[in-house]
């Protein structure tokens, strides 16, 4: 049986270089099992058009960041360009392990506005909204590309990714303009119509 003094986290009495080395690693390891948490993706408000100043100031710190963009038709001068623009403007995800990386010196980052919130507790997102939006972008330029007209039907089930609803499912009713969709949700026990970006709305999983 081990003695008291190798038990892990307490220093051996006697000076042995092996069992020094031996407690210190048994403690390190203990330490960083407590430190070990999964890595989570936050949802980061930006400056009005600072989206790219503030990735690259996030980055610059050790986050990951993802910024979705969008290329879209526009016109100047009488002619057709591709433009390319933020898919959700004023927001990006942002990925870090909270064991290892505060959220602290995030919020004083600049280009960034705030870390979006939830009531107290900052907005989590799903691994697989990130993963979603990830797989609709070009898989060579990593860019979204604007559809014709909204892929869901009437009725179809779908779910929004992000922003104030973001993980909420609800039943796609009609577009609302060009770039925003009418989705029924269910909320406080109530059925309640939401204008959101059309680019916000995922397919959910039919009841």
Not at 15 to 34: I, M, P, Q
Not at 85 to 112: D, M, N
Not at 118 to 147: C, I, K, M, T
Request: glycine letters at 10%.
């Amino acid at each position: 049986m081990r003695s008291t003094n190798e038990r892990i986290g307490e220093r051996p009495a006697c000076g042995s270089r092996v069992t020094l080395n031996l407690w210190a690693f048994r403690r390190e390891r203990v330490r960083r099992a407590r430190n070990r948490i999964m890595l989570r993706w936050y949802l980061i408000h930006t400056k009005p058009s600072g989206e790219s100043l503030a990735q690259t100031n996030l980055e610059r710190q050790g986050y990951e960041v993802y910024f979705p963009r969008l290329l879209q038709p526009t016109r100047r001068r009488a002619r057709w360009r591709d433009a390319i623009i933020a898919l959700f403007p004023r927001y990006l995800f942002l990925r870090l392990s909270e064991g290892e990386q505060p959220l602290g010196p995030v919020r004083s980052t600049t280009g960034v506005s705030s870390v979006v919130r939830f009531g107290a507790s900052y907005a989590v997102v799903p691994d697989q909204v990130v993963r979603e939006l990830r797989a609709r972008a070009d898989p060579e330029s990593g860019l979204h590309r604007l559809r014709g007209r909204s892929p869901f039907e009437t009725g179809a089930a779908v779910r929004i990714a992000v922003g104030p609803f973001g993980g909420l499912e609800g039943v796609f009713e009609r577009e609302a303009g060009a770039e925003r969709v009418v989705v029924l949700l269910k909320l406080l026990g109530q059925d309640a119509s939401v204008r959101v970006p059309a680019g916000f709305v995922v397919p959910g999983f039919a009841a």
